[in-house]
């Protein structure tokens, strides 16, 4: 059975940093893309970072591109976001997950999903 489960939330003043964890079972992701989304209240689920599984390549939305660091330790069978210089615009639920294929999904691409893990981005 594929499980995601992300950990590593939290509330964090703005400038600081946090780092998720998408630990997965039921598959070995070594092969697989695995994407961390991120919804904000009354907005619309959105793509932040995603590795490849085909070779490890690795993507970032606009807003994040130079703060986020996305990484893949297939030894522990886990996706990592580190999360630098926080804005109180990334306050959000991020979930990773994966559509079961070597490239990045969009989200209606997604067929596994994680449970979540809340952002708070505040003073």
């Known amino acids: 059975q594929v499980q995601l489960v992300e950990s590593g939330g939290g509330l964090v003043q703005p400038g600081g940093s946090l780092r998720l964890s998408c630990a997965a079972s039921?598959?070995?992701?070594?092969?697989?893309?695995i994407g961390w989304f991120r919804q904000a209240p009354g907005k619309e689920r959105e793509g932040v970072s995603c590795?490849?599984?085909?070779?490890?390549?690795?993507y970032y939305a606009d807003s994040v591109k130079g703060r986020f660091t996305i990484s893949r330790d297939n030894a522990k069978n886990s996706v990592y976001l580190q999360m630098n210089s926080l804005k109180p615009e990334d306050t959000a639920v991020y979930y990773c997950?994966?559509?079961?294929?070597?490239?990045?999904?969009?989200?209606?691409?997604?067929?596994?999903w994680g449970q979540g893990t809340q952002v708070t981005v505040s003073s």
């Open positions: 039921g598959f070995t992701l070594d092969y697989y893309a």
């Open positions: 997950a994966t559509s079961g294929s070597a490239y990045c999904p969009v989200p209606r691409e997604v067929d596994y």
């Open positions: 590795i490849t599984g085909s070779d490890g390549s690795t």
